[in-house]
């Protein structure tokens, strides 16, 4: 899952080396943080949101193969 979310920010920020994800496991469930340049925080969330859920909603459909649930939060 980490990886995944790595592919998907370097593609969308202009500062790619500055892209972090940072994962902690439990049991049912995974919690992905990502963390961006500050200049960076418009192209990952997007108007209203929208490429954040995306993120979130590519996250969550390959998370299905492990039976886990996926938590993404976004941080600069």
Known sequence: MKELVEVLA?????????VQVAQTDSERAVHLQLTV???????VIGKQGKIANAIRTIVK????????RVHVDIDQ
């Open 10 to 18: 370097m593609a969308l920020v202009d500062h790619p080396d500055q």
């Open 37 to 43: 340049a500050p200049e960076d925080m418009g192209k």
């Open 61 to 68: 459909a390959a998370a299905v193969k492990d039976g886990r």
